[in-house]
């Protein structure tokens, strides 16, 4: 027990803290922060982030047409909101059902609370590879790093609840407890379409004759995978009996931003692009194959089919915010340069940067709000 607690206790504090850090300037309501202009609206701002407003209608509403157009101002086809997967704003009702939490910040708990579950899963999956306090570390650049991660744990956002889940059932299929690999798959199916990546990847990983040689009736033991695209039948079925439509999400309007030939990010005039200020997109995919090559040469297969799966579809992602899609990644490129990363010439280094992601995470979030004039409908 005092063990557990020496370990969720640095957990908690590296879940808590950077995201209370975050809020105080919006809480205090400060007028600038390093000459950065912030909103006058409090947390008002941390909650209106997109697209915080719109799983909170899913939750008022749970994809009901009728509530949706009588009592919600946004001017979004009906079928838009099919592109947000149910668990999320489900978790978010529940939670503002028992506690009587207004949704808003029955919203922000549910983020707060599944951050502490990816930043728990991270620590127990680096832990395989690293000694405690390397581990603690580790988890700490975790918590941290990317900017955007920071950013989407401080806001209302399912992200957290996705990449967790994904860490977890990685963790899981490793240690070949494929039971709770597939039960952690399918809670990052139902809330987030990316997710069938995972198990693609998992059934990639059980085809390959260097697997099959190396676990025997490792076929039949990993059956429980399968509950990831069962889950997303789940949220079609669903679907089918809100929007009387079973592939409503492909009708959701232009939420699915893949595109043939691969780095249409490039075109400067596709519609979720608008810029051709993109170098730090060739950064991503740098670090994503350094990574992926890193993972390879160390052998760690499970891990490295899991990047290039997700890796290789980001590479046909047409839209500016890049490091979102490529959040799922980043746990486990951190496992793949580790060695790296505890050495005292990146803790010097992260000290540093930790001024940037603090500045970027503050303009972000100021910058990233919606305009919503009646609250009452989402409360």
């Known amino acids: ?75 979004l086809p009906i079928q838009y ?36 579950l990816a930043i728990y899963f991270f620590y127990k999956l680096i832990r395989q590879y690293s000694n405690e306090s390397q581990a603690l570390w580790l988890t700490f650049i975790f918590s941290v790093f990317p900017a955007r991660w920071l950013i989407v744990r401080s806001v209302g956002s399912p992200e957290p609840l996705f990449v967790g889940s994904i860490i977890a059932s990685i963790y899981y299929f490793q240690n070949k407890k494929y039971l709770k690999a597939g039960i952690w798959g399918a809670v990052a199916q139902a809330t987030k379409s990316p997710a069938i990546l995972l198990f693609a990847a998992y059934f990639l990983i059980i085809g390959s004759s260097a697997i099959r040689k190396s676990f025997k009736k490792l076929e039949i033991k990993a059956y429980p995978i399968f509950l990831i695209p069962l889950s997303l039948l789940g949220v079609f079925f669903i679907y089918q009996k809100t929007f009387n439509n079973f592939f409503a999400y492909f009708s959701s309007g ?34 994503g194959v350094l990574g992926l090559l890193q993972l390879i040469k160390q052998k760690e297969t499970v891990l490295a089919w899991c990047v290039a799966i997700f890796f290789v579809s980001t590479i046909f992602v047409s839209h500016r915010d890049l490091m979102r899609y490529s959040l799922p990644i980043f746990p486990l490129l951190i496992v793949a340069f580790r060695d790296f990363l505890v050495k005292r010439e990146f803790k010097l280094a992260l000290a540093f940067i930790l001024i940037p992601i603090y500045l970027f995470s503050l303009a972000f979030i100021s910058q990233n709000a919606m305009a919503i004039s009646n609250w009452s409908g989402l409360l």
């Open 1 to 75: 027990m005092t063990s557990k607690l020496k370990t969720l206790i640095p957990v908690l504090i590296f879940s808590l803290l950077p995201t209370l850090v975050v809020w105080l300037p919006f809480f205090l309501r400060i007028q600038n922060f390093w000459s950065i202009p912030l909103p006058q609206t409090g947390m008002e701002t941390i909650v209106a982030n997109y697209d915080g407003p719109l799983y909170l209608v899913v939750a008022k509403t749970f994809y009901n047409a009728a509530q949706i157009s009588q009592n919600f101002a946004f001017s």
């Open 81 to 116: 909101y099919a592109a947000h997967f149910p668990l999320f704003p489900l978790l978010i009702r529940a939670l503002a059902e028992v506690t009587h939490l207004v949704y808003p910040y029955a919203m922000l708990a549910v983020t707060v609370s599944t951050s502490t």
């Open 254 to 287: 232009d939420n699915i931003h893949l595109f043939f030939p691969p780095f249409q990010i490039f075109n400067y005039s596709a519609p979720w692009v608008g810029t051709f200020w993109l170098e730090e997109i060739i950064f991503i995919y740098l670090f």
